[in-house]
């Protein structure tokens, strides 16, 4: 929907006024990583064409996104123990990954077997599996993308 050149600027206006009293009630680390996780959507939309791999449809696209976004606020959680797992291949693979966490991969075991018991490895091994798919599919989109560009 196409509105009028005014009308976004109303809108414009109300969403910095917003923007300004959040930001303002919001601790510095909660700042931070709102801005961390902006700019990581910002230079995903410029290589990939969308702000989040999930809009993408790329395997595994929202664990991925999920990762990224604990990773940028702080938060250990599964998805942000895998991207640190996977840091380094995202890397290469075009995705701005944040500083990791250490030891992820004894880490995200640990919470498997807590959760899972004896089926942990099986579960360890599927998000392993999961992320090496999301850097392979992500490889082919960011290459057809180059193709594509004039």
Do not use: N
């Not at 006024?17 to 700019?39: C, F, L």
């Not at 696209?61 to 976004?69: F, K």
């Not at 797992?85 to 990954?97: K, N």
């Amino acid at each position: 929907m196409r509105l009028p050149s005014d009308v976004l600027s109303v809108f414009r206006r109300y969403g910095r006024e917003g923007g300004r009293k959040r930001a303002a009630v919001m601790s510095p680390d909660a700042r931070q990583a709102v801005a961390r996780r902006a700019a990581a959507a910002r230079w995903i939309a410029a290589r990939f064409g969308s702000p989040r791999f999930q809009d993408i449809g790329l395997p595994g696209g929202e664990l991925i996104d999920q990762g990224l976004a604990d990773l940028a606020a702080g938060h250990v959680s599964d998805e942000s123990l895998l991207v640190s797992i996977a840091a380094p291949r995202l890397r290469r693979e075009g995705v701005p990954t944040p500083v990791a966490f250490e030891d992820p991969e004894d880490r995200l075991y640990e919470r498997m077997v807590e959760r899972h018991g004896q089926l942990a490895h099986a579960r360890y091994g599927a998000l392993l599996r999961q992320a090496a798919s999301f850097a392979d599919a992500c490889r082919g989109a960011r290459t057809q993308r180059k193709r594509r560009a004039p």
